[in-house]
């Protein structure tokens, strides 16, 4: 391959995977298919302004300029596979291409005076959804420097036998209409698809985490079940090494074996009952525990350090839920979050007897600031930038939450006036988080 190629290699086709270099999430067969939908309709437009309006213009240099871009179009499509991918610049460069044809077309058809130059904001509208914000900032000076450069040269159009010569004041209402629309559709495209990418990581890693706990249910489940298979033949070795050590004479030189075997398989016994004990898929035992069992499960893992986790469930039976790994881990979130702030102590209060059953998860920490608490359970809130937080925990756990149909409220614990500390409160209602009807 020539030094050449190679250098058109690397300004347009990333290659076939996303994200190789560049932001290589533009698909180039993508932005040719734009390409020839503007050739189809600067095609007719052309062929209807010349025969139908029968104006009279440089019409074979308009063709020329189309069939420029139906010529390139072709290229592109058999050098590169369908699969192929932009860089971000290969995407700019694309898309000038676009602007510098559509100003020549315009500069043959009147400038600023033909309707059509509102298309002038079609390619950087696509470069703010696609492309770098360093990217959209050129293709919006370029299509601004174009505009300018129409507003004073262009070949007018025929609009009457007489001629119809658009007063100077309305041409720059044109340029500030086209400038102000170019401003404005590059910042809400671009915002716009920011957000998304932002709420599609989000999912991403909410997915990622909901995968992870998934997994280590699953776990669970084998552990056991394989505890549950062992049980038997592992009973029949002990009962036989029983038999054999009551038979063996006391001065026998196989006792000391034999109590070390009976020994062993009393120990292996007392690790498959805890193994036995632990979540999985195995049999509905494993699948469902209580409410205030879930609870424990999801912030054992917290209560360890020097901030102590007080579990105050409600008197009575409480009901049976299933062992959720959506619920386990947005719950472990939320009490990761409180411990992390609170001073001495978390409260996890557990109610029942209610239309709803009801976890209040409470700290004594500094509370949810004002223009923090607005914003909870959107992707990248946080509080805590300082110690390297992405704002993802509390997202992770609301969305995971909503999916088994919880509603989480986020609020402040304010009594005598003083602030003592945050609260969450998390409510199901009974038939969807007992039966498991979330799917």
């Known amino acids: 391959m020539s030094d050449r190629q190679m250098a058109i290699q690397d300004l347009f086709v990333v290659g076939t995977n996303p994200g190789v270099s560049g932001s290589g999430r533009v698909r180039l ?12 309709g600067q095609s007719f437009s052309v062929l209807l302004i010349r025969f139908g309006l029968d104006f009279e213009f440089p019409f074979l240099p308009c063709l020329l300029a189309i069939l420029a871009s139906g010529v390139l179009n072709i290229v592109l499509a058999v050098q590169y596979p369908a699969t192929a991918r932009l860089s971000d610049r290969g995407a700019a460069l694309f898309l000038a291409y676009d602007l510098l044809q559509l100003a020549a077309l315009l500069y043959m058809t009147g400038g600023l005076t033909n309707p059509f130059v509102i298309l002038v904001l079609v ?18 000076l370029l299509a601004l420097v174009f505009t300018s450069l129409l507003a004073f040269w262009y070949l007018p159009l025929p609009w009457a036998s007489a001629g119809l010569e658009f007063p100077a004041l309305y041409v720059g209402a044109i340029w500030v209409a086209l400038a102000l ?3 404005f559709m590059a910042t809400y495209a671009g915002r716009l ?8 990581d989000a999912l991403r890693a909410t997915q990622l985490a909901l995968s992870r706990e998934q997994q280590l249910s699953a776990v669970g489940g084998i552990a056991a079940a394989a505890a549950h298979e062992l049980g038997t033949p592992l009973g029949t070795i002990h009962l036989v090494a029983r038999e054999l050590q009551r038979d063996l ?5 196989l006792t000391e074996d034999i109590d070390l075997l009976v020994s062993q398989t009393e120990r292996c016994r007392d690790i498959l009952a805890e193994l036995s004990r632990r979540p999985g898929d195995g049999d509905d035992t494993f699948r469902k525990t209580t409410i205030v069992g879930l609870v424990e499960a999801a912030v054992e893992p917290y209560g360890t350090g020097a901030v102590s986790i007080v579990i105050e469930p409600q008197t009575g039976h409480p ?22 702030f609170s001073r001495r102590q978390v409260r996890v209060q557990i109610y029942w007897d209610t239309p709803e059953i009801t976890i209040l998860l409470e700290d004594d920490g500094p509370g949810f600031p004002q223009d923090v608490l607005k914003t ?20 992770i756990a609301t969305t995971l939450l909503g999916h088994t149909g919880a509603t989480v409220d986020f609020s402040n614990r304010v009594e005598d006036g003083e602030l003592r500390g945050a609260r969450v409160a998390i409510r199901w209602p009974h038939g969807i988080i007992e039966q498991g009807t979330w799917g």
């Open 376 to 395: 909870l359970g959107e992707p990248y809130t946080t509080t805590r930038r300082q110690r390297g937080g992405m704002g993802l925990g509390v997202f």
């Open 319 to 340: 009901p049976e839920v299933p062992r959720s790994p959506e619920v386990l881990h947005g719950l472990a979130n939320l009490t990761e979050n409180a411990v992390d």
């Open 29 to 40: 067969q993508t932005l040719v298919l734009i390409r020839w939908i503007a050739v189809g």
């Open 123 to 140: 390619p950087v509208t696509i470069s703010a959804t696609i492309l770098s914000v360093l990217s959209t900032a050129a293709l919006g």
């Open 193 to 200: 698809a920011f957000e998304t990418k932002r709420m599609s």
């Open 249 to 253: 004479a006391t001065d026998s030189p």
């Open 181 to 183: 629309g170019i401003t």
